[in-house]
């Protein structure tokens, strides 16, 4: 589903990519302050800045991962043009 999403919006892309990342993160399990944080840098149009706090604290917090969810940050960093060093260490908490 998410390489569907990619490609589809024009300028948006990434805001919304990153937005929706943050509300499955918080699905997920993380913290509320985090999200919050998140929420600030995208208000900013930082998406850069909120997607590496999203990742950074979801790593921080071992919180499990699915393997959809793993995909979906791909196609994130992937709309931004951020290399696969700054999200691959989630990889580690993908649920087996």
């Known amino acids: 589903m998410w390489r569907w999403l990619k490609g589809r919006f024009g300028q948006d892309k990434a805001s919304l990519l990153v937005k929706q990342l943050?509300?499955?993160?918080?699905?997920l399990g993380l913290p509320a302050r985090d999200s919050i944080i998140a929420q600030e840098y995208l208000d900013y149009t930082e998406w850069?800045?909120?997607f590496e706090h999203i990742v950074t604290r979801l790593f921080?917090?071992?919180?499990p991962l699915t393997s959809d969810f793993y995909e979906q940050?791909?196609?994130?960093?992937?709309?931004m043009g951020m290399a696969p060093e700054t999200y691959s260490i989630l990889l580690?908490?993908?649920k087996k």
């Open 92 to 94: 580690l908490l993908i």
């Open 60 to 63: 921080e917090y071992a919180i």
């Open 73 to 79: 940050v791909e196609v994130c960093a992937e709309s």
């Open 22 to 27: 943050l509300a499955q993160s918080g699905r």
């Open 48 to 50: 850069g800045l909120a």
